[in-house]
């Protein structure tokens, strides 16, 4: 902001001290105004040192808070993921998606092929037997969510918090739902966070201008999410270089 204004009046110093130049000035005035050139050249040079400055820390406080928030949105496509797999929908509450990976398990099975007398057939063809191939499942067992996706570690326990938030106890949004395609409900979900909420203690105008965004290594728009409630799509809003997938 301070660049900015002395920008806006650099133009009318400018002009005034080429004017003052122009004129007959005796040598102490021509000191003076030296003097006065090489504060403004001064101030100048600091005020544009201090913004490029500040747009570097900003990028890295960004950077660094994004991808703590966006390992947390991870963990939960990865819960969504697994109820979607167990329950044939997204979970729309943090409690029961939290008590879901605790508590619910992943059924193992094994296919595997195999025949039967095919009795219609059989009583058609005057008692030849005839057969029917058919796809048997067995369960081998049952494998924990919670192992599945986190081994030892309870971090989906507070998955559902913001990190870097003002508040500790802020939440991350969450909805659930279906999606209806061609006649069919498809079950969606979308979670997210606005990026004033993680970037809340710095520069007001950096964080206007990242929720302008629009390019390919960029977080694009206002938030960060995973999932959409207005699309099949369970993939995050930020680029490659945030993670290693997105």
């Known amino acids: 902001m301070l ?3 002395f920008l806006f009046l650099s133009i009318p110093i400018t002009v ?3 004017i003052l130049v122009r004129t007959k000035i ?3 005035q021509k000191k003076f105004l030296l003097y006065g050139l090489w504060v403004f050249i001064l101030i100048f040079s600091y005020l544009t040192y201090s913004s490029i400055s500040d747009v570097i820390q900003f990028d890295e406080v960004k950077n660094y808070r994004y991808q703590s928030v966006i390992k947390n949105l991870k963990d939960i496509r990865d819960s969504q993921l697994a109820h979607r797999t167990i329950h044939g929908h997204f979970e729309n509450n943090w409690d029961s998606l939290v008590k879901f ?3 619910d398990s992943f059924t193992i099975t094994q296919r595997r092929d195999s025949s039967v007398i095919d009795r219609e057939l ?3 063809y005057g008692g030849v037997k005839t057969y029917k191939d058919i796809i048997i499942v067995d369960t081998l067992g049952f494998v924990s969510v919670r192992d599945s996706l986190f081994d030892n570690d309870r971090r989906f326990e507070n998955m559902m918090y913001v990190p870097f938030a003002k508040i500790n106890a802020t939440k991350f949004e969450l909805k659930a739902g279906f999606l ?3 006649g069919i409900d498809i079950p969606v979900f979308e979670s997210k ?3 004033r909420v993680i970037l809340y203690d710095q520069n007001s105008d950096l964080i206007f201008k990242e929720n302008q965004v629009q390019s390919v290594d960029g977080v694009n728009g206002s938030s960060l999410k995973i999932g959409s409630m207005h ?5 995050g809003n930020w680029p490659k270089n945030y993670t290693k997938e997105n």
Do not use: A, P
């Open 193 to 195: 966070v606005m990026k």
């Open 26 to 28: 005796n040598d102490n």
């Open 101 to 103: 990976v605790e508590k």
């Open 122 to 124: 059989t009583k058609r």
């Open 3 to 5: 660049l900015k204004i």
């Open 231 to 235: 699309e099949v799509n369970t993939n």
């Open 16 to 18: 005034g001290l080429v």
């Open 180 to 182: 209806n395609q061609n």
